[in-house]
């Protein structure tokens, strides 16, 4: 059975229910599809009961929406059906099957990860992941912890080992102190982060915080026993059993590229509509581009407008929201230039450090003068699993590669629900 929809909505994080709950108010009929088991997303990750504040308000207008929602739900097909759109999706163990008059697409980020010696040891893992696992109820007791590599979340992710029980060591971020001081005008434009950064603050006192320092090599045996730091003049070893480390966030974008969306491993091009260069297929949030949760929930009640036909950026709200984005927008730009990745970070890898943990394939067997078609064919890297969702950016960043085709599957999928059921 295919259900008919008006709109469908890839995404519940910020950006998807905002577009959501904007179209279903718009009197269409709306379907969310998420891969995570509650609304949120990863900026929004909870768990049962534990609803963060500042998403209270809009996850209870979802709630009151007519609006159907999907969780666990994965994407691995879409069709162009003359004029509507086919989505398949794996449900568990369930095949499902949707037609849509419009798409909005609202995939969110994924952590960039950056190789150095050590970084595949059980103990590393993105500064993200560990605040992902630390919202599910991971305890740390008393363990040392170092939080690195760049940007804002290292912070609360500092904050979030606290609460667990860790003993914060230092954050190191990678960005000199002349650029992170860039953070003061941007603060003063918006009390309200201003107001956070100073909780954040309050709740790290006493914590290390080192700007233009960042791992250079992490070891141990059987699990991370130690951390290498260096300022590109001075070292520093520091005995640790968890590193958190993160270097930004990349657009989840692999499903607007094959749908012949037009754009860039950076993000989507979308008009002042939110739509993408395919007619009848919207984009909003980090998809286009990273620029946090206020682009987010803005870009995503412009694309749920639209797709429903009512968008108007004349009206009172279309002006609010068009004055919201650009806003936020501005705010991103200032933090991509802040916190803009140093080249010393490309020097990391030695020939034996893995690139692509899904088909271990090391840094010494990637010819520098090869795209990502011959890397891929000469060693198999971004064919494993994850489909280049980790080591693509990572061969972005070190070689200049541009981002290969994506086909079907999108995602991971039981053989057997690859065989149609339906026409």
Known sequence: MVEHVDVAVVGGGPAGISAAVASAAAGKRVC???????????????????VPDEAQSLLTKLDAAAVKVLFRASVFDVEDRQGSWRLTLSQGERRVAITA????????????????PGWTLPGVMGAGGGQAFLKEGLELHGERVLVAGTGPLLLPVAASVGKAGGRVLAILEQTPWR??????????????????????????????????????????????????????????????????????????????????????HAGLQVNKAQESSVNGIFAA??????????????????????AAGVWDAASVEGHRLVKARARARSTGRQLERIFALRPELRGLPRPETIICRCEDVPYGAIDPSWGSRETKLCT????????????????????????????????????????????
């Open 285 to 306: 949030g980090e998809l286009c581009g990273v620029a946090g949760v206020d682009a987010a929930l803005a870009e995503g009640a412009i694309a749920g407008l639209a």
């Open 101 to 116: 008059e419009k798409l909005v697409l609202a995939c969110g980020a994924r952590e960039r990860f950056l190789p150095f």
């Open 32 to 50: 969310l599809l998420d891969e995570g088991s509650r609304p949120g997303g990863q900026i929004w990750r909870h768990r049962l009961g534990q």
């Open 380 to 423: 198999r890297a971004g064919m494993g699993p994850c489909q280049g969702r980790v080591c693509g950016p990572i061969l972005i960043y070190q070689f200049g590669h541009t981002p290969d085709t994506v086909r079907i599957p999108y995602k991971t999928t039981p053989v057997g629900q690859l065989i149609a059921e339906e026409p």
């Open 179 to 264: 650029r992170v001081l860039g953070m003061l005008p941007v603060l003063l434009a918006h009390p309200s982060k201003a107001l956070q950064a100073a909780q954040l603050g309050r709740s790290l006192f006493g914590v290390p915080y080192r700007p233009g320092w960042w791992v250079q090599e992490a070891y141990g045996k059987d699990f991370l026993e130690a951390v290498r730091l260096t300022d590109g003049q001075r070292e520093e070893v520091l005995e640790c059993r968890w590193l958190f480390c993160g270097f930004g966030l990349v657009p989840n974008g692999e499903l607007g590229v094959a749908l012949g969306c037009a754009g860039t």
